[in-house]
């Protein structure tokens, strides 16, 4: 028999409505991409984003002592946490310190996989185009830095992340009031 974590998965796709409509609405306005683009290239880093933080986390899972993992199987798997109330007074800073670096770590990928998938899906201007291999253009997109794109997909991800976990916070303060 297999166990489907449903809560988690339906949170899941409600958090990626909720992120790519937040951060479609960002990159319109000041980006100047048109709607289309716009929920295109959110949708596509949002689920670059989800794939990189879900193998992140297996990952981290498979190092973590054996309280936390017990932590995490409950989460995943049946929606609550495991001996909450320890892990609210002791475990609230090293939660914050995971969720910033969980942040920085969205940050990052987005800001590359956008340049990356341009490198990927669009063509060049120009005879440069043509002598250009795909990985030559995902090694210069790699190494280029536009200072807008980066603020707007920092404010794209904080918008969308603490909308995210406002919702989280709510649903905690509901479950253990």
Sequence with gaps: MTLIPAPIVIFQLLSLLLGTAIEAFIFSRRLHFSPKISVQYALTLNLISTTSIWLFGLVLQALLPQQF?????????????????????????????????????????????????????LDLDGEAASELTLGQRIYEALLENNQERLSTIFIANLFSNSMILLIVLVMFVQRYT
Aim: charged letters at 10%.
């Design 69 to 121: 993992k017990l932590y995490i199987i409950g989460y995943v798997f049946f929606g609550t946490v495991y001996n909450f109330e320890q892990v609210w007074v002791v475990q609230t800073t090293s939660l914050l310190i995971l969720l910033s670096l969980a942040f920085w770590f969205l940050c990052l990928v987005e800001f590359k996989g956008i340049d990356i998938l341009e490198a990927i899906l």
